[in-house]
């Protein structure tokens, strides 16, 4: 048996006259955006947009620092960090090689939430204030540990021209140029 | 004395009217419609649209792209469909949908018609235009899928109700300068006496009801991409596919050559003369111009209106469109009777 349908209708609203005025009032709203548009996207590589110091951005790893608590790898809430076992030479020790654990990124999965920069008791790691994830392969998004440690390049500052985005009272959210 | 021959061949009608401006015309006022569609969308709602294809000329570079992507796109045809209603349609509709052209004058001077006789212009090209939808019909039904099936119901549902409309609107000017000659209408509007300042009512019925039964883009309702996958056209990839889509945007720019020329004026501020050049192409350019400017506009609609229910688009064309149609007719009686025109 097939279902049974009801129609539900709403009480129009208004009249024709209402109807006249909204409509005349929506393609004015239109024609005033489009002689006088503001737009807000980010045209990549040409512009970038400058951040405030604190900004939570790409993640740099100083080894010498690191104790290989893993206190990082652990707290990471998107599993973007683990730690690898590497064989390097002990300092004390120097005929001795010793194994040790360092973390490395993945930022695939990273959110750019800083809480490993947050936890590592040694500030073996810190933000840089910029966060272009923009990557020619997914292959290249596995950090291995000699690049975990170098500050990544920032293509657009070379090429493009900085922007920042303020909240306008009348305008909303604008890009200005620096 | 070899350019004026140029001139001459050029401007034989079946050439310069059905072949230059109704192909490569149709086609360029499609690409420059899409392409406008998209900008001025992402204008209004604060986008930049098609941009890297070519910066300079603002992305207008990616509707080539486009349209090279659906040339060299694999065709294919599903073991299902009844194939030669299948193949043959789309470019049924193409022809059928470019035939208007033939019967619609360009010129005021009988040397520069497709046809002999122009007597009955107007109902001849409005009776083509209401083919090709028919033929949409067709080939929803000739895909034996079931989102084809619902598309070609719900366009037949909307053509039955603002072709209506489309006709009776696109009449009023017959009704008003007693005529179906369209070059007897466009000669009576001269020089400003333009029956959409005239006639409001019947110009605002008819741009609705082309909006509609073209289904310009937010009115797409039997190819709405959100309910049925694409509606009459789901079955069709590669160059099938974009025929059928450039179909719509090429039948809308036949309809709005009508209404420039029985609405706006067609060639209407210019006298023209009686040489190729001034007789008959000047005035067709002028005439294709207008007709562009009208499907800029209902292309820019697409960014102030939200997306109609059909239940709610059948409703505006009984309730609203075919009443403002029917006025409009009623006011280009009264002014033919107070010999207004």
Known sequence: MPARVSLKSLKRRGGLFEGIKSNIQALAVGVKYFIDPQRSTLLYPKEYIEHRPGYRGFIVFI????????????????????????????????????????????????????????ICPTEALYH???????????????LTLEAFQLEPGRPSVSEGSPVVYEVDEERGLIKRRR | MVLETILYLIAYPPLWQVLILGFVGALLVAMVAIWFERKAAARVQRRIGPYWASPRLGGFM??????????????????????????????????????????????????YWPVASMEYSLLIALALTTLPPLLTVVLGWASSNKFSVIGSLRESYVITAYELVAVLAIL?????????NIVYIVEA??????????????????????????????FEIPESEHEVVAGPYTEYSGILYALNMGGGYIRRFIYAIIIALVFLGGWAPYTPGLDPFTGFIIPSLIVLV??????????????????????????????LA????????????????????
């Open chain 2, 62 to 111: 990616i509707i080539v792209a486009d349209m090279i992507r659906y040339v060299t796109q694999q065709v294919i045809i599903p073991t299902t469909v009844d194939k030669i209603a299948f193949l043959l349609t789309p470019v049924a509709v193409l022809v059928v949908t470019i035939l208007p052209l033939a019967f619609i004058p360009l010129s005021p001077h009988e040397l």
């Open chain 1, 63 to 118: 080894k010498d620092k690191c104790i290989s608590c893993a206190a990082c790898a652990r707290i990471c809430p998107s599993a973007a960090m683990k730690m690898v076992r590497v064989t390097e030479v002990d300092p004390k020790h120097p005929d001795k090689p010793r194994q040790k654990q360092y973390p490395v990124i993945n930022y695939q999965r990273c959110i750019f939430c800083g809480y490993c920069v947050d």
């Open chain 1, 128 to 142: 840089t204030p910029f966060q272009d994830v923009v990557y020619e392969s997914l292959a290249d998004m596995f």
């Open chain 2, 322 to 341: 075919l009443p403002l149609a029917l006025l409009g007719l009623g006011w280009s009686i009264i002014l033919a009777y107070m010999n207004l025109i």
């Open chain 2, 290 to 319: 207008k007709a562009s400017i009208v499907v800029l506009v209902m292309s820019f609609l697409r960014a102030v209106y939200g997306r109609y229910r059909l239940d709610q688009a059948l409703d505006a064309a009984w309730r």
């Open chain 2, 189 to 218: 509007q001269q020089p400003v006496k333009w029956l959409a300042i005239l006639n409001p009512l019947a110009f605002l019925a008819a741009f609705l009801a082309v909006l509609m039964s073209t289904s310009a883009f937010p």
């Open chain 2, 172 to 180: 009023a000017p017959a009704a008003s300068t007693l005529s179906f």
